[in-house]
């Protein structure tokens, strides 16, 4: 009755499973468009079945022996009292090819399964689809998972509105308000209603119906309360289909008793969870911890929780709209404090842990792991400045990040901290800490004037309590604040004093991050010997205590000191040695100091237009960041110059377009010009290679992520590098290909799927 929008990929898909398998089950979480999928490739397929399509609608069906019997009723055959429906369909249907659509099996799931395996035992022409929130489990079974629609497009903000999810909810807003359309200016409210509404298709039709009455600013304004206002569905939908909250209570009543208890206590999670984080957080009180795994596997089997490939693990989470149906069944048990309690203090272990290993061999596990918890730290710290008399274990818990925030999200974490020292402001150990660690991330955003204030407190504190460890740490940020300020002598006594009180505490990071400094600081000094010497003792204490991002950095300086010197060779394979520990590590700050420094390598050799194609490179993602140490910033004045002879030794049409170049290089490629590897080999067939012409072999893996709807963030999940490095590889993709959404990419490699390209 309405029309069909998006899923090409997953039509061709459901059509490629029933050529190859006899059961096909389409899975999903209620509301996704199982059934509208299975209504579609029945018509595309209908052909291929001269014995007929059939299509059994079994959520009405009660009881399991009438499934039969609704089976039955669409080949108007009558079953006798006496016999098995099974012998009686087997009986009529012999001999015939064609399919039977069995929609909405998961409440009837083991009795579906049986009729089904029977079925295709004796009638070898029978192809069945089914759909259902959980597959039937037997033999030969495939299952296509649904997800929800796509949301948002790449690049421009105006891309999105293609996006499957914008489309359907423009021509369901259309019918009932004709002057309906989607505009630049609504665009940002009707993707964030698309989003705050998870792309679920019925969820969306339902919104959709209320603009009847509402603008679509109100109406994300109400979806707090979603399942009060998502309430007017269509009086011809069956009842679980007509208000959004009869569609989760049907997947509430499929789940049992200790499920339930699970997906409640799940809710107190934001952005997903690990299996061993749930044995710990949701275990006790009704559910023992050798329970949680078979909890989990149930209600990812029933389409409550997502599974998804993370780093070295998987990992779970819930729809918004599933959590918030969750999250209100958690209110009403009156036990929500008891598990947002729990689930702040494994966080807050989880922080104490990584403060004390983020130094040494396991520094990527952790970093990798503290990022992909970044929803669930802020909830836990959201919780601990909000609850009474929790504020100083939010702010030791923001303190144990700072390493965290230095690397991913400083304006941030200063944000954290600045929030705990507001509440917590009696002079502690715990305060001063805090102070130098906000001092820091301020002297990293430019805001020189209240972190020298910071300090200040900071060293008044940890000389009151005795901490020398506080002080070394006064010392290293205040040795930041004036090489900020072009001060390299001062500096360099301060990082002096750092350095050996470190030593003094056994402190190896802080002796690291200090030599590193002060290398720094001395070459600029034009001490060059002595630079020479703490660079090299700097990346040895590193490399004593297997630690790979702050060797990374001391290797970079020691490329800085060698640069000054003229050793221009040297120079380049410390910067190219320390870039390629920094793309192990993900660290594109750190990247992109090696690039500005590479730059003023090539101009010292008057390499103009690789001058011109390295700007170009560090102006694109994920290469630009305006993040980088405090004392680097000054020294940037060598790229202007670079810039200015570039420019006058090309011309400014010519540097112009090598900046073009290197600004589309995609970031593989972008990495292979910097180090100057050999140029890479033009494509070749896929049938050799796998690669999608004209793609290399990195690009095509993630456009094959794209098309299965996966958001940047879930590509760099699954592939173990940063966002912004995913955000990277999609623009260049669709700057190749020449496209403008995601969408168009799905559509491409399936075409080339057809064509045996892919």
Same mark, same amino acid.
């Given at each position: 009755?309405?029309?069909?929008?998006?899923?090409?990929?997953?039509?061709?898909?459901?059509?490629?499973?029933?050529?190859?398998?006899?059961?096909?089950?389409?899975?999903?979480?209620?509301?996704?468009?199982?059934?509208?999928?299975?209504?579609?490739?029945?018509?595309?397929?209908?052909?291929?079945?001269?014995g007929g399509v059939c299509f059994v609608e079994l959520a009405d069906v009660d009881e399991p022996a009438l499934i039969g019997q609704a089976l039955a009723d669409t080949h108007s055959i009558r079953i006798p009292p006496s016999q098995s429906p099974v012998?009686?369909?087997?009986?009529?249907?012999?001999?015939?090819?064609?399919?039977?659509?069995?929609?909405?099996?998961?409440?009837?799931?083991?009795?579906?399964?049986?009729?089904?395996?029977?079925?295709?035992?004796?009638?070898?022409?029978?192809?069945?689809?089914?759909?259902?929130?959980?597959?039937?489990?037997?033999?030969?079974?495939?299952?296509?998972?649904?997800?929800p629609l796509p949301v948002s497009g790449a690049g421009p903000l105006t891309c999105s509105a293609e996006s499957d999810a914008v489309r359907l909810f423009a021509e369901r807003v259309a019918a009932v308000r004709p002057d309906f359309a989607v505009t630049e200016a609504n665009l940002p409210v009707v993707l964030e209603i698309c989003r705050r509404l998870d792309g679920l298709p019925l969820a969306i039709e339902l919104a959709a119906v209320r603009l009847r009455a509402l603008s679509v600013e109100q109406l994300l304004q109400r979806l707090d309360d979603r399942f009060r206002l998502l309430t007017t569905g269509s009086r011809a939908a069956p009842p679980r289909q007509r208000t959004l909250r009869a569609l989760i209570d049907w997947s509430h009543d499929l789940c049992t008793a200790k499920e339930r208890l699970l997906w409640q206590r799940a809710c107190v999670f934001s952005d997903g969870f690990t299996l061993e984080t749930a044995e710990e957080v949701c275990s006790g009180d009704g559910i023992g911890e050798a329970e949680v795994i078979d909890?989990?596997?149930?209600?990812?089997?029933?389409?409550?929780?997502?599974?998804?490939?993370?780093?070295?693990?998987a990992r779970y989470r819930l729809l918004d709209t599933i959590r918030q149906y969750g999250r209100e069944r958690l209110a009403e048990s009156g036990e929500e404090a008891i598990w947002r309690r729990r689930h702040r203090d494994h966080y807050r272990?989880?922080?104490?842990?990584?403060?004390?290993?983020?130094?040494?061999?396991?520094?990527?596990?952790?970093?990798?792991?503290?990022?992909?918890?970044?929803?669930?730290?802020?909830?836990?710290?959201?919780?601990?400045?909000?609850?009474?008399?929790?504020?100083?274990?939010?702010?030791?818990?923001?303190?144990?990040?700072?390493?965290?925030?230095?690397?991913?999200?400083?304006r941030e974490g200063r944000g954290w901290l600045a929030q705990g020292l507001a509440l917590c402001t009696a002079p502690t150990v715990l305060r001063a800490r805090a102070l130098w660690g906000c001092a820091w991330m301020s002297l990293m955003q430019g805001d020189e004037a209240p972190a020298a204030? #910071? =300090? +200040?407190?900071? *060293?008044?504190? %940890? &000389?009151?309590?005795?901490?020398? !460890?506080?002080? @070394?740490?006064?010392?290293?940020?205040?040795? #930041? =604040? +004036?090489?900020? *300020?072009?001060? %390299? &002598?001062?500096?360099?006594?301060? !990082?002096?004093? @750092?350095?050996?009180?470190c030593r003094r505490l056994g402190d190896h990071v802080g002796v690291a991050l200090a030599l590193i400094r002060l290398c720094l600081a001395r070459s600029?000094?034009?001490?060059?010997?002595?630079?020479?010497?703490?660079?090299?003792?700097?990346?040895?204490?590193?490399?004593?205590?297997g630690d790979v991002r702050y060797r990374a950095y001391a290797l970079m300086v020691l490329g800085i000191e060698a640069w000054r010197r003229g050793e221009l060779q040297r120079a380049a394979a410390l910067q190219k040695q320390s870039l390629e520990s920094n793309r192990v590590m993900d660290d594109y700050t750190g990247c992109g100091m090696n690039l500005e420094v590479l730059t003023w390598i090539a101009g010292s050799e008057e390499r103009y237009a690789?001058?011109?194609?390295l700007l170009g490179i560090l102006k694109s993602p994920p290469w630009s960041d305006d993040v980088s140490m405090v004392e680097f910033r000054w020294l940037r004045r060598?790229?202007?110059?670079?810039?200015?002879?570039?420019?006058?030794?090309?011309?400014?049409?010519?540097?112009?377009?090598?900046?073009?170049?290197?600004?589309?290089?995609?970031?593989?490629?972008?990495?292979?010009?910097?180090?100057?590897?050999?140029?890479?080999?033009?494509?070749?067939?896929?049938?050799?290679?796998?690669?999608?012409?004209?793609?290399?072999?990195?690009?095509?893996?993630?456009?094959?992520?794209?098309?299965?709807?996966?958001?940047?963030?879930e590509i760099a999940s699954t592939l173990v590098i940063s966002p912004r490095t995913a955000e990277g590889h999609v623009e260049h993709i669709l700057d190749k290909l020449g496209f403008s959404s995601r969408t168009q990419i799905a559509t491409w490699l399936n075409e080339q799927t057809r064509n045996g390209k892919a």
């Open positions: 009755m309405t029309s069909f929008i998006g899923r090409r990929r997953e039509t061709t898909e459901a059509r490629r499973l029933l050529s190859v398998a006899r059961l096909v089950t389409i899975t999903g979480v209620g509301g996704v468009g199982k059934s509208r999928l299975a209504l579609r490739v029945a018509l595309d397929v209908r052909r291929a079945f001269p012998d009686v369909l087997i009986e009529h249907l012999a001999d015939r090819r064609m399919l039977i659509v069995l929609d909405n099996c998961e409440h009837l799931l083991e009795d579906c399964a049986v009729l089904a395996d029977g079925l295709l035992r004796a009638l070898p022409g029978l192809r069945i689809l089914a759909t259902s929130r959980q597959p039937l489990g037997i033999a030969s079974e495939q299952t296509l998972e649904l997800a909890l989990i596997t149930g209600l990812v089997e029933k389409s409550v929780l997502i599974s998804e490939e993370g780093y070295r693990e272990d989880l922080a104490r842990k990584a403060w004390e290993r983020h130094f040494g061999p396991a520094q990527l596990d952790w970093h990798v792991r503290l990022h992909a918890e970044d929803g669930n730290l802020h909830k836990a710290l959201e919780w601990s400045f909000a609850e009474p008399g929790e504020a100083e274990t939010g702010l030791a818990m923001a303190t144990h990040l700072l390493h965290h925030w230095i690397r991913y999200h400083p204030a #910071m =300090l +200040a407190e900071c *060293r008044e504190i %940890a &000389a009151r309590t005795g901490s020398d !460890y506080d002080l @070394a740490y006064a010392d290293l940020c205040s040795g #930041m =604040l +004036a090489m900020s *300020r072009g001060e %390299a &002598a001062t500096a360099a006594v301060l !990082y002096r004093k @750092a350095a050996d009180r600029v000094q034009g001490r060059g010997e002595e630079a020479q010497a703490l660079g090299e003792e700097a990346v040895a204490v590193c490399e004593a205590h690789r001058v011109a194609r060598h790229s202007r110059v670079c810039e200015a002879e570039a420019v006058k030794a090309l011309g400014t049409k010519a540097f112009s377009a090598e900046v073009t170049r290197g600004a589309r290089l995609a970031p593989d490629e972008a990495a292979g010009f910097v180090l100057e590897l050999e140029a890479p080999e033009e494509p070749v067939p896929a049938a050799s290679n796998g690669q999608v012409p004209p793609l290399t072999r990195r690009e095509t893996e993630i456009a094959r992520l794209v098309s299965r709807g996966l958001s940047n963030k």
